[in-house]
C-alpha cells in the first residue's frame, strides 16, 4: 500500500535546493503593497518630501550605487569593477558648456520612466516648450501689471517663450554605465527681437550608476541650472511633474566643502591661483559689522599641507583626512589670530578649477576637470541622502 | 551756463539734502528762502531757474559738486597719506585754511602742468578741494586737508595726473614728500580719527567725548535694586570667565563706537608649526582679509561672542591705535643670545 502521509515530489523539482510545495500552485500570494510596487495612483506619495529616501529604492537592488565616499571592501571592488570613459574631445567641448556662468545647484530624487530614445526626448522638449510657455504667461501678466505701476513704462520686465530643446550630452559621464547627461535649454526672445538662452539647466550623474530592481529609475541626482528664477522655477516643476521626482536646492555643510576643497586642490598645478576659504560669523557678529573673512593659501603651500596628511596625490582623501586637513588649517589659524575656525561658519571655498559656496551656488573654472568636480558633488549628495 | 549741466548736478542729491544744499552753499545766499515743496523735479526745475537767473558761473556748479561729495562721501575710496616737512620750511598754516587762497595757490603750482579748475571748500576742521583737470581726458579728483596736520586724504588719482598733483601740493604746503600709509577705507572721518587721534582710541576715547570726568554737582543716579532671581539653583557655571572677557572687551576697545574700516588685510608669514593633526612644520604664506561694514566693531563682536580667545595678539587688540589697515605678521626673530 502506498504511503500518503508524505507529499509526492513534483515532477519539476530538478533542482536540488527546491522544496517541495506546502501551498497548492492556484493559492496567489498576497500582494503587500509598498511605494516601490505601487500603481501609478499611488507612485505620487513616493515622491513626497520627507518620505523619500534613496536607500529605498535600493533595498531590493542587485548593486548598491557607487558612490565615491563608499569606504568598504564591497563598494571597493565594485568601482574597481566600472569602467572609466576615457577623456575625449568631444567629452571636452561638452564640458566647456559648464564654464560659462554661474551654475546653481540642486538635487534629484531618481526620475521614474525617463526614456532616452530620440522620439521621446523629442516629445519631452514639446511637453516642456508647451509648460513653459502656459507658466511664463500666467507670470508675464502679474509682472508686467506690477513694473508698469512702479515704473510708469508699458513693457516692463517681459520675457517671451520662442521654445525648449532637450539633447543628451553622451560624453559628460565619469563611467561607462553612468547614464548620459541631459541638457535643457529655454530659449526667448528680447523685445529687440533677439534670440537668447532664459534658462539652461543640465542634469547629470557622474558617478551615479546603479540599478534598480524595477528597472525604471534612472539616477541622474545632481541638476545645474543657470537663468532666469522663473524659466528655472517651471523647468523645475516640469521635471518633478512628468518624472515623479524631487528637486530641492543643495546645501554643503562646512565639513564636506572641506572635504571638497582638499580633493579639489589635488588637481591644479603648483603654479597660479590658491585657495581661499571664506568663513562668516555668527549673526550677531554680521549685524555689528564683520562680514566675512577670507584666508587665502597659495596652491603650492596648500599641497605641501596636504601631502603631509595625504600622501599619494593621484588617489581621493578620505573623510578623516580632509578632518585632519581641516584641523591642521583651523590650529594654524587660531595660533596666529586665536580665533576658533570652528565658532565661524564656512560659506564657501575657492579653488584653481571651481568655486563652491555652503548654499550649492558653483562656478567651474577649468572645463578639464569639470567631470571629477560633478563626481564629487555627487558623492556629497549621496553623502547626504544617507543621512535621512 | 548750460540749464542740462545745472539740473544734472542738482538731480544728483536727494529730496532731503536739498536743505542742505542752500545752507551749505555760498552760492545760494540769494535765494535761500526760495520754494522748493513738491516733487524733487519740480525742486530741481525752480532751483535751476534761480541759478540762472542770478548768473551762475562753473565755479559755483564746481562747489555745489564739492557739497554733494560731501554729502556722498562713501561713494569714493580714500588713500591715506603723511606729508613729510623739513625741519626748516614751514608756511602760513593759517592762510591755508581760507578756501580762497588755497585754491588760488594750488591753482597758480599746477597750471604749469595742466589746465586746471580748483574749487575749496571748507568743512569744520578740513579743506575739501575739488581738482579738475581740463587737458586730455577731462578728470575731477578729490583731496581732503586737515590744516596743522599732515594728514591728507585723496580718492584715486590716475598715475598720469598724481606726480604733478602731489607735486603742486607740496609746493604749496612746503613739503618734502608724501608717503602712503597702509590706510584705505570709506569713511574719510574714521581715517582722519585713526590718524590724527591714535592715541585716544579704545578705552580711552571716554576721555576725548567727556565720558569720565562727571560734573559734581549733577545728582547721581540711584543705585539700580539688584534682579532677584526666582529659582536659587539657577547658577551660571562660567560666570568669573564671562566677567574677565567682559572686562577685557571693555579696558581694550572701550564702549564706544570704533572708527570705520571696511577691509583689514594681514599678510601672515608665520611658519606651520607640526602639530597632533599633521606633521607638517614649514613655511605657509597666507592672506588673510577680514571685511564688513565696521571691521573692528565685528573683532570686538567676536571676542563677546567667544569666537574669538582674550588675550587677542597685538595686531589685532591695538589695531584702532596702528593707523594702517594692511599688515604683515612674521615670525619674532631670534637674537643671537636668545639662540
Not at chain 1, 60 to 79: F, I, K
Not at chain 1, 263 to 270: E, I, L, P
Request: aromatic share 8%.
Amino acid at each position: 500500500m502506498a504511503d500518503t502521509s508524505t507529499p509526492r515530489p513534483s515532477r519539476k523539482a530538478k533542482r536540488l535546493d527546491m522544496t517541495p510545495r506546502t501551498t497548492p500552485v492556484w493559492a496567489k500570494k498576497p500582494k503587500i503593497l509598498t511605494p516601490l510596487s505601487a500603481g501609478p495612483t499611488l507612485r505620487r506619495l513616493s515622491a513626497t518630501p520627507r518620505g523619500f529616501s534613496l536607500s529605498r529604492v535600493y533595498a531590493e537592488s542587485r548593486t548598491r550605487p557607487s558612490a565615491s565616499l563608499a569606504a568598504s571592501e564591497h563598494e571597493t571592488t565594485v568601482e574597481k569593477e566600472r569602467e572609466r570613459v576615457p577623456p575625449s574631445r568631444e567629452q571636452l567641448r561638452q564640458c566647456q558648456v559648464l564654464t560659462q556662468g554661474k551654475w546653481c545647484l540642486h538635487s534629484v530624487s531618481p526620475l521614474y520612466n525617463l526614456q532616452a530614445m530620440v522620439d521621446r526626448v523629442r516629445s519631452y522638449s514639446r511637453s516642456l516648450t508647451a509648460h513653459i510657455k502656459v507658466g511664463i504667461e500666467r507670470w508675464n501678466g502679474v509682472a508686467t501689471a506690477r513694473e508698469a505701476e512702479e515704473t510708469g513704462a508699458e513693457d516692463g520686465g517681459r520675457q517671451t517663450v520662442m521654445r525648449a530643446s532637450i539633447s543628451l550630452l553622451k560624453e559628460l559621464k565619469s563611467f561607462v554605465n553612468d547614464h548620459p547627461a541631459i541638457s535643457l535649454a529655454v530659449y526667448g526672445r528680447t523685445s529687440t527681437g533677439k534670440e537668447i538662452v532664459l534658462c539652461q539647466c543640465i542634469l547629470c550623474g557622474c558617478g551615479a550608476t546603479g540599478e534598480d530592481e524595477i528597472g525604471k529609475f534612472v539616477m541622474l541626482p545632481l541638476l545645474l541650472c543657470n537663468g532666469t528664477s522663473v524659466a528655472t522655477s517651471h523647468l523645475v516643476d516640469w521635471l518633478q511633474m512628468t518624472f515623479d521626482c524631487r528637486v530641492s536646492r543643495l546645501e554643503i555643510p562646512s565639513r564636506h566643502l572641506f572635504y571638497l576643497i582638499a580633493n579639489w586642490t589635488r588637481y591644479a598645478s603648483d603654479k597660479g591661483k590658491g585657495v581661499d576659504f571664506c568663513f562668516s560669523p555668527s549673526r550677531h557678529v554680521v549685524d555689528k559689522g564683520l562680514r566675512q573673512i577670507v584666508l587665502s593659501v597659495r596652491q603650492d603651500t596648500a599641497k605641501a599641507l596636504l601631502a603631509s596628511i595625504h600622501s599619494n596625490m593621484r588617489s581621493e582623501l578620505t573623510d578623516d583626512e580632509a578632518e585632519r586637513f581641516r584641523m591642521a588649517v583651523s590650529a594654524h589659524f587660531y595660533r596666529v589670530f586665536r580665533i576658533r575656525v570652528e565658532a565661524l561658519n564656512l560659506t564657501g571655498v575657492t579653488s584653481p578649477i571651481a568655486r563652491v559656496s555652503s548654499d550649492g551656488n558653483l562656478t567651474i573654472l577649468s572645463g578639464d576637470h569639470a567631470v571629477e568636480i560633478l563626481e564629487f558633488l555627487t558623492g556629497i549628495i549621496w553623502k547626504l541622502g544617507d543621512r535621512r | 551756463m548750460n540749464v542740462e549741466a545745472i539740473r544734472a548736478v542738482l538731480r544728483r542729491f536727494k529730496k532731503d539734502q536739498i536743505p542742505v544744499l542752500l545752507e551749505r552753499w555760498t552760492f545760494a545766499d540769494a535765494f535761500r528762502n526760495i520754494d522748493i515743496s513738491g516733487s524733487k523735479q519740480r525742486a530741481v526745475q525752480v532751483l535751476a531757474a534761480a541759478c540762472l537767473e542770478h548768473g551762475m558761473e562753473e565755479e559755483d556748479l564746481s562747489e555745489a559738486d564739492v557739497i554733494y561729495r560731501q554729502l556722498h562721501v562713501n561713494s569714493r575710496r580714500w588713500t591715506a597719506l603723511r606729508i613729510l616737512k623739513k625741519h626748516s620750511s614751514s608756511c602760513d598754516e593759517a592762510q591755508l585754511s581760507i578756501p580762497e587762497v588755497l585754491e588760488d595757490k594750488l591753482s597758480s603750482c599746477l597750471v604749469q602742468f595742466y589746465n586746471n579748475s580748483i574749487c575749496a571748500v571748507r568743512l569744520r576742521d578740513s579743506m575739501w578741494l575739488r581738482v579738475a583737470i581740463l587737458e586730455g581726458v577731462p578728470s575731477v579728483y578729490y583731496l581732503i586737508y586737515h590744516p596743522h596736520s599732515s594728514l591728507l586724504l585723496t580718492s584715486n588719482i590716475k598715475r598720469a595726473h598724481q606726480k604733478f598733483i602731489f607735486h603742486s601740493f607740496l609746493q604749496v604746503v612746503a613739503g618734502h614728500k608724501l608717503k602712503e600709509l597702509s590706510l584705505k577705507g570709506k569713511s574719510a572721518q574714521s581715517l582722519a580719527d585713526l590718524v590724527l587721534r591714535r592715541r585716544s582710541q579704545g578705552n580711552f576715547s571716554a576721555f576725548r567725548f567727556n565720558q569720565k570726568d562727571c560734573n559734581p554737582l549733577v545728582r547721581r543716579k540711584r543705585r539700580k535694586q539688584p534682579v532677584r532671581v526666582s529659582h536659587p539653583h539657577i547658577v551660571r557655571e562660567d560666570e568669573e570667565k564671562a566677567k574677565r572677557r567682559s572686562t577685557y572687551v571693555k579696558k581694550t576697545f572701550g564702549d564706544n563706537k570704533q572708527p570705520i574700516l571696511e577691509k583689514v588685510e594681514f599678510q601672515v608669514e608665520a611658519r606651520f608649526v607640526s602639530n597632533k593633526h599633521t606633521g607638517y612644520h614649514g613655511p605657509f604664506p597666507c592672506h588673510v582679509r577680514f571685511e564688513g561694514s565696521s571691521v573692528l566693531d565685528g573683532i570686538r563682536a567676536l571676542v563677546e561672542d567667544r569666537a574669538a580667545e582674550p588675550p587677542l595678539p597685538a595686531h589685532l587688540a591695538e589695531l584702532h591705535t596702528s593707523s594702517r589697515s594692511y599688515f604683515l605678521i612674521e615670525e619674532k626673530r631670534q637674537t643671537q643670545d636668545e639662540a
